[in-house]
């Protein structure tokens, strides 16, 4: 998959290079997360710079080594994150935190009610939340 995802984004690159002044972001939400962040240290590896990677919701704890490898890549010039309330799988703090409070509660108790897809699910709800994240995210420099 993330083989896949890179070379995706490197010939869109290729066929649609950047303009002055434009930016190459990045954004994952839950497991899209993990997949853009993987694909977004390759990229960087074979020397893409990305402006902005932007992580909604994501299990990808700040304490992880992950986290390190994509702050510490001069290609990534900003790591953003967004945890959604009440999330326990956003940025957890550790693995209890991750696999019962996150996975077995919330996953497996709450299922779709949980707070983790109050951004995922369609209606007015979940789609003010959305208008409010790219608001934030406008905010901290990130454009479109």
Known sequence: MIDATVSMYQKQLKDNPLKEGEQFNMVGYSYGSFLQAQSALRLA????????????????????DLMKQLKGNKNIKNVTRYDLKGDALSNPQDMYDYLITGGLIQGGIQGDDAHHFDAARPGNQADQLMNTIVQWLQKQGVKN
């Open 45 to 64: 590896d074979f020397g893409q710079v990305i402006y902005n990677l932007v992580l909604i919701g994501s299990p990808i704890s700040d304490k992880s």
